[in-house]
């Protein structure tokens, strides 16, 4: 960890880009300086911090929940972590996606306690059998028809706001705050647009129809927002991530891909595809074109989204935040339904199975790379040393936009 | 005969609840448009067997599942353990009718009920 030193040679030149120094680093005699405060520490640590993110943050934005095809018939479930809260995902009878608060309007009891499953008529409080159907209307209760007083739809699940876009369900709490969701077009989509230079490069991709290859679940012992810093930076990749600088020998530089707009990190001369040992992967994706082909191509959408494109595949990951100290990452290696019928099916083809284990074992290592270093981190967010936070060199100073972000989310000041 | 309502107030494959009579029936018309009447009440927990979930001529009480035959009242598992009161069900001209029986009803704890005619017409 790099620290600033009262005794650092005030006239040190540095290159690009343009220097900053905050108020902080003035008072403590440092200046001009290269590099750029990160958030204090306790904004890692501090319950009250998270607390205040999860209302702000997660429990307005739209948050990316499941994957669609998670949830394949009436009845399917899924119960996800959205701020402080526990949210109930399913399909109803005619097919369509609801979203509920997993809360019974009777007594606050979990409807439930599973992470996944199908229920064949309702959803049913264990404790006193209040019971749901998929639209989250009351419909049956012990001595409910003495009760002809209790509305069947106001009492029944409180429901959350749904968008679904490629092949992904978000959520939106604001209505529990009496407000209307955020725009999806002005966040999420735009989050990916502007990474992208346009939405136009993901029609190569059509993440969409893709079908789930691989899921692997992290639970990881660290705040989100390093994970997400992590994410935004690759100072760190020819250090802790061997396999991937091999692959993408330009991350040796430092500078990630999300450094520019628009632009792909080229795979090596030598690499046939994006797998661990630079063996080919999988034709590419119908749409490909010729810009994107051979590049890696990565993207965050706040809150809790990172999205990774290759020709053929796509990583997607989805943060949960489940404390100050504690996230789990679902990440997804999506492919052509084809790859996966002929790599996971019943008849699956030793060969493509072999191919789509080197193609994920590429970013499950980045991943656990990542989290390691970020799990590194965690214990000394609470230093005193890292009361004010550490610092982001030039490669990392895009980072600031992200805290500026968080800063103004939670304080309402950047 | 007691008049309980139109046929076409119930939807094929669901039941109705109706307070005409005490206690309470459930009209059950299923998808072949037969059409039947029990006691609404689960014999083991005050639900509506009219809220519950109707397949061929059983329904399924929407709390804890037990069954019970439309034909006969017969249950198929608990927690209920007696069967449900029928009575037999007319259609005519459109209209759903019911000669109530004089059985007593095996009514759940806390529910009261008798046999009495509430309100509504008879024939």
Redesign the interface.
Known sequence: MTTLDEGLDPGLEHGEPPVTTTDEQRARGVTPSSLLPTLPGRTYVDPAWFAAECEEIFERDWFCAVREDDLPNAGSFRTVTVGRESVLLTRTRRGEVRAFLNVCRHRGARICTEDAGEKRRNFQCPYHAWTYDFEGKLVAAPNLTSMPDVDRVEFGLKRVAVHSWLGYVWVSLAPLAGEEPPSFADTVEADLAERLGSLEPLAAYDVGSLKVGRRITYDVAANWKLIVENFMECYHCATIHPELTEVLPEFADGLAAQYYVGHGAEFGEEVAGFTVDGTPGFDPLPGMTDDQDRRYYAVTVRPQVFVNLVPDHVIWHRMYPMGPDRTVVECDWLYAPGVVEAATGDDADPAMAARLDASVELFHRVNAQDFEACERCQPAMGSRLYADGGVLVPSEHHIEAFHAWVRDRVEGQS | MHHLCALDDVVPGEGL?VTTTSP?VAVFRTDDDEVYVVD??CTH????LA???LEGCWV?C???ESRFDLRTGAVDQPPAKRGVRTHAAQVVDGQVWAELSTDAPNLPPGVAGSTAVASGVTA
């Not at chain 2, 927990?45 to 509506?48: C, E, F, L, P, V």
């Open positions: 609840r309470p609404d009440t927990q005050d639900a509506s809220d519950g979930y399924e929407p709390l804890h």
